[in-house]
């Protein structure tokens, strides 16, 4: 019995252990790719056009403004511009979205899985852009390839790009829809001149302060400016890690229910196949809690043992992920294609911690049936 009761706080560990480091492992990586294409805020100027084109903004003036916020780490100019890409066989319409790096290197790199990523040089707009794995598989196109964007205006306009890099995020609301370009290039051919961008991307320095910085922003821009979210923007993300972050928690309740169950019924047992001798301790002078101190200790022995080798599980496991990677997924259903693990040593203290502490509430639950037991009914027990 006492084998089970270590194999029930072993695998509790280990399976609450695994269960936060995925977790949080899906949660940091969906978020990663969101936050590299969108950003924590999006600022645009206001209008009733719900096209991915919008009026332009002054950079320079929106720039001064947003250096009041002491809780923004950076920001990103934009540009977007609709567009068809037409190949030999194939014709795809695409949004062509401009940036620079002029406030650091791009997010995106981190997304960069063929090919190298886009140059901005100082003379003219780059000729350059980058498609994703999945614009690229539907047209055809590889890396070095010249491909002819047709641009809806008036007049009508035509660029020949070359393909410098294939991205790919995994999720289907961008890799779909977008391709990356140098932003001089949607300023030329919405006719702006280098001062005037689409909007800007800004990224905060502590993303759990978003909605208080959202707000205090909203109340301080210009009126004719638009503040999105990017939990509004891709809500439906959002809302899906917020419930599977929910049936986690529901999930680890039970495991430490159980867990805990399976050690006072081992206590309890451990008390009833030593009846007898708890009577002869008490007939020779032992008291109620020295002999509950004796059960006690040995639930802690337990419960010990149990920790560590559910540490030593589950820990190994998400070792053996993290760098080998084992466990592969479909990108098409998950967003990414392996099962990720993310390390947070507080929350696997803070585990320890529940077990170790519910454990030892539930050894003492059935000590407390020592006292009920007579000497000379126990002697007697068989």
């Known amino acids: 019995m006492t084998k089970i009761a270590i194999i029930s706080i072993a695998l509790g560990v280990a ?16 978020q990663s790719k969101i936050f590299s294409f969108g950003a924590h805020l999006t600022i645009s100027k206001y209008d009733n056009n719900n096209s991915l084109e ?22 990103q100019p934009f540009a977007r511009k609709t567009a068809i890409i037409k190949t030999r066989d194939e014709v795809l319409g695409v949004v062509l979205k401009g940036i ?38 539907k047209l055809r196109l590889k890396v070095g390839d010249d491909a002819l964007f047709y641009f809806i205006q008036n007049p009508p306009r035509v ?18 829809v977008y391709v990356m370009g140098d932003i001089r290039q949607v300023q030329e051919l919405s006719g702006w001149n280098d001062s005037l961008v689409g909007g800007y991307e800004v990224v905060l320095r502590d993303f759990r302060q978003l ?21 509004d923007q891709y809500a439906q993300l959002f809302d899906w890690l917020q419930l599977l972050n929910r049936n986690v928690i529901i999930f680890l309740l039970l495991i430490i229910f159980v867990a805990t169950f399976n050690m006072v019924a081992t206590i309890f047992i451990m008390i009833l196949e030593r009846t007898n001798m708890i009577g002869i301790l008490k007939a020779i002078g032992a008291t109620d809690n020295q002999i509950r101190r004796m059960f006690f200790f040995r639930g802690l022995d337990l419960t010990i043992k149990g920790m560590l080798w559910g540490n030593l599980v589950g820990l190994g496991f998400c070792t053996i992920q993290y760098f080998f990677h084992p466990i592969p997924l479909d990108p098409e259903n998950y967003y990414m294609d392996r099962v990720p ?17 519910t454990s030892q509430l539930a050894v003492l639950v059935p000590t ?15």
């Open 15 to 30: 399976v609450m252990i695994v269960s936060f480091a995925i977790l949080e492992g899906f949660r940091n990586e969906i």
């Open 54 to 75: 919008v009026e332009p903004i002054n950079g320079a003036e929106l720039t001064k403004e947003l250096k009041r916020f002491p809780q923004i780490s950076g920001a």
């Open 100 to 137: 620079n790096e002029s406030m650091g290197p791009s997010p995106m790199r981190a997304n960069l899985v063929a090919g190298k990523f886009l140059t901005f040089p100082d003379s003219a707009a780059s000729e350059q852009v980058m498609v994703s794995r999945k614009v690229a598989d």
């Open 159 to 176: 660029r020949k790009f070359v393909i410098a890099g294939i991205y790919q995020t995994g999720l289907d609301e961008f890799d779909e």
């Open 211 to 231: 909605e208080p910085v959202a707000e205090t922003m909203l109340n301080t821009l210009r009126y004719d400016l638009k503040l999105d979210k990017i939990t």
């Open 341 to 357: 693990i993310f390390w947070d040593p507080s929350v696997i203290l803070l585990i320890n911690l529940a077990v170790f502490l």
């Open 368 to 382: 407390y049936l020592i006292a009920r037991i007579k000497p000379v009914v126990a002697i007697k027990f068989d």
